[in-house]
C-alpha cells in the first residue's frame, strides 16, 4: 500500500512540473506574441510618417516640374528643379530613386512601397530633398513661391 501512495505522489508530482511547465510555455508564447505585436504597430507607425514624408517631397518635386525661374535674387536664373537642388549626385539619387523625368523635363512621382520607404537610402534621399525644400523656403521665398513649394 506505501508503494501505491509513493507512486502515486510521484505522478502527482510529474503531472504537477508538466502543467508548470506548460503555463510558463504558454506565458512565452504570449509574451512573444505581445512584443510582435507591438513591433508590427511601431512598423506601422513607421510606415505612416515616411509615406507621409514621401507624400510631401513627391508633392513638391511635382510642383517644381519643368519650371523655369528668371533672375531671382539668390538662385538666378533657370529650371527649377536644378535651382532648388543644385547639388548634381542629389538630383541623381532623387531621379533614380523618387521620381520620373520625361524628355520636357516634367516629374512625376514614383509609386514606392513600404518595403523601398524603409530602406536607408530612399530615406536619406527623401530626407534630402525635404531638407533642400526647406532651404529655399529660408532663404529664398521668391524662388520657393515660384517654384509652387512655398508652403
Known amino acids: 500500500m506505501m508503494l501505491w501512495n509513493l507512486i502515486n505522489t510521484l505522478l502527482g508530482l510529474v503531472a504537477l512540473a508538466i502543467a508548470i511547465w ?6 512565452r508564447q504570449y509574451n512573444l506574441a ?10 506601422k507607425e513607421e510606415d ?3 509615406s507621409l514624408r514621401f507624400g510631401r517631397a513627391a508633392k513638391n518635386l511635382t510642383n517644381i516640374g519643368r519650371r523655369y525661374m528668371l533672375g531671382g535674387k539668390t ?5 527649377g528643379f536644378d535651382l532648388v537642388f543644385p547639388d548634381a549626385e542629389l538630383r541623381q539619387r532623387i531621379e533614380s530613386l523618387l521620381i520620373f523625368r520625361n ?6 512621382s514614383r ?5 523601398q520607404l524603409r530602406l536607408t537610402h530612399v530615406r536619406k534621399a527623401i530626407t534630402d530633398v525635404l531638407d533642400a525644400i ?3 523656403k529660408r532663404d529664398s521665398p521668391d524662388l520657393a513661391g515660384a517654384m509652387g513649394i512655398l508652403h
Open 22 to 27: 506548460g503555463v510558463t510555455a504558454n506565458v
Open 34 to 43: 505581445k512584443r510582435q505585436d507591438e513591433e508590427a504597430k511601431k512598423q
Open 48 to 50: 505612416e510618417e515616411w
Open 75 to 79: 538662385y538666378g536664373q533657370g529650371f
Open 103 to 108: 524628355s520636357n523635363r516634367d516629374i512625376t
Open 111 to 115: 509609386s514606392l512601397p513600404n518595403e
Open 134 to 136: 526647406e532651404k529655399v
